[in-house]
């Protein structure tokens, strides 16, 4: 199955689940996160996140800080380490 999702900066994303509905993949701009939760809970957090205008914490109670912040900026991890790098080096 996949799914399209737009973030609030009307970045579109694409959800596509596996072959068993486990797990998803989630990718924007050629940048992806797998997520260890079924493509349709992740449809009703994002419905939950946008349409009902949930704090993206509470939308996403199943998600890691890492994981929103992917979906909410498209940023991962790695790149987030990357752009504060200097900062943690202090």
């Known amino acids: 199955m996949i799914l399209h999702r737009i973030n609030k900066l009307g970045e ?3 959800l596509r689940t596996d072959d068993f509905g486990k797990k998803t993949l989630i990718t924007w701009n050629k940048k992806s996160i797998v997520v260890n939760i079924p493509i349709d809970e992740i449809s ?3 419905y939950d ?3 009902k205008g949930m704090l993206i914490q509470n939308a996403f109670p199943s998600f890691t800080d890492d994981e929103r912040e992917f979906i909410l900026t498209g940023y991962t991890t790695h790149e987030w380490n990357e752009i504060f790098k200097e900062e943690r080096e202090k």
Do not use: G, L, T
Request: negative net charge; charged residues 20%.
């Open 44 to 46: 009703q957090c994002w």
């Open 49 to 51: 996140w946008q349409m």
């Open 12 to 14: 579109d994303y694409e």
